[in-house]
């Protein structure tokens, strides 16, 4: 068996996954799981939320990561649904 | 030649005055200066809207309208470019995102306009939710 390392994941959530997730939580996650990563885990978490997880970024304050990104060293992550405005 | 003096865009929560943003546009090198004001109108997908609610991710939101803005202007050799979009509740008839610029000659001012409101309603951290008439709301889908 081994101790998989996992770090505190602050993450904000916007528009409609706000209608099944909460807007601000912290989550335990592996360390060094990519954006993809947590995106499946917030979509098996809320399956209600999968369609639009599916199509959403992860971003910080300055930019948004692919989805190979790691999250390695990341304290906070904004998860952002398909864009809607103009 | 400095091809541009300043350039504007940003995530605002009060209401847009068109008429002063465009007084900012007063470079006597320009030929051509197009304006476009996406509006609140009334009728959505065969509904009757109450209002709408734009969100927005204000840090990035900026940053990337800021970006798209400074590609256009590179791109479309502008004068100068503005672009500020609304958040919080519209009421039917406001003014959701105006984009102005403003070149020498029409076709790059045109072109530019079109070009940064495109991507700023693809891309920009925003989103819109639709109130209808009956209470219930719907999050916008990108158009």
Known sequence: MTDMKTQLLHIA?????KDCLPERFSKEIPE???????????????????PV????????EQEIFNNGHLLSGVDKVFVLPPSSGG | ????????????????DIGSCLQRFADPRTGACVWFAG????????QNVAYLEYEAFVPLANTMISDIVAQAVKQFNLLDAL??????????????????????????????????????KHEAP??????????????????
């Open chain 2, 1 to 16: 030649m400095k091809l541009f003096n300043r350039l504007y865009m940003m995530i605002i929560a009060e209401p847009i």
């Open chain 2, 126 to 143: 925003v989103w819109k939710k639709e109130y209808w008439a009956d209470g219930s709301y719907t999050w916008g889908h990108c158009s």
């Open chain 1, 32 to 50: 060094n799981i990519s954006c993809a990563g947590l995106l499946e885990m917030l979509m098996a978490e809320y399956p209600d939320a999968a």
């Open chain 2, 83 to 120: 672009c500020l979009h609304r958040t919080g509740r519209l009421a039917i008839g406001e003014t959701a995102v105006l984009v102005v610029t403003a070149s020498m000659h029409r076709k790059e001012a045109y072109a530019a306009n079109q070009y940064i409101i495109d991507r700023v």
């Open chain 1, 53 to 60: 997880l599916k199509l959403s970024r992860i971003a910080s």
């Open chain 2, 39 to 46: 509006m609140v109108r009334n009728i959505s997908h065969q």
């Open chain 1, 13 to 17: 959530v916007f528009a409609q996954l």
